[in-house]
């Protein structure tokens, strides 16, 4: 079976940190481009950061620069989003994305919520 899995949601208080891990089986990530999404209530799905390719050129959206960090552990198969100085802005629920020509997986999300 073909499938991502995210893990690592929870409650934080303003100013914490998680890090979120994106598993992936059934297909080897590292020939594919990741990213990280979220939606919170009311919103639109956004895109939070990602990682091209093999070449590890990666993009941020403006919000979360400087405080996210998105990579990848190709002997484990997984991905992460590093996330610090988290905000109650950031809440929402997480989504991995990969894709390459002809494919693409999402998973199932994962909640992140910044409160005190």
């Known amino acids: 079976q073909l499938q991502l899995v995210e893990s690592g949601g929870g409650l934080v208080q303003p100013g914490g940190s998680l890090t979120l891990s994106c598993a992936a089986s059934g297909f080897t990530l590292e020939y594919y481009a990741i990213g990280w999404f979220r939606q919170a209530p009311g919103k639109e799905r956004e895109g939070v950061a990602c990682i091209h390719g093999t070449g590890g050129v990666t993009d941020y959206a403006d919000s979360v620069s400087g405080r996210f960090t998105i990579s990848r552990d190709n002997v484990i198969n997984t991905a992460y989003l590093q996330m610090i100085s988290l905000k109650p802005e950031d809440t929402a629920v997480y989504y991995c994305?990969?894709?390459?020509?002809?494919?693409?997986?999402w998973g199932q999300g994962t909640q992140v919520t910044v409160s005190s």
């Open positions: 994305n990969a894709w390459r020509m002809g494919a693409a997986y």
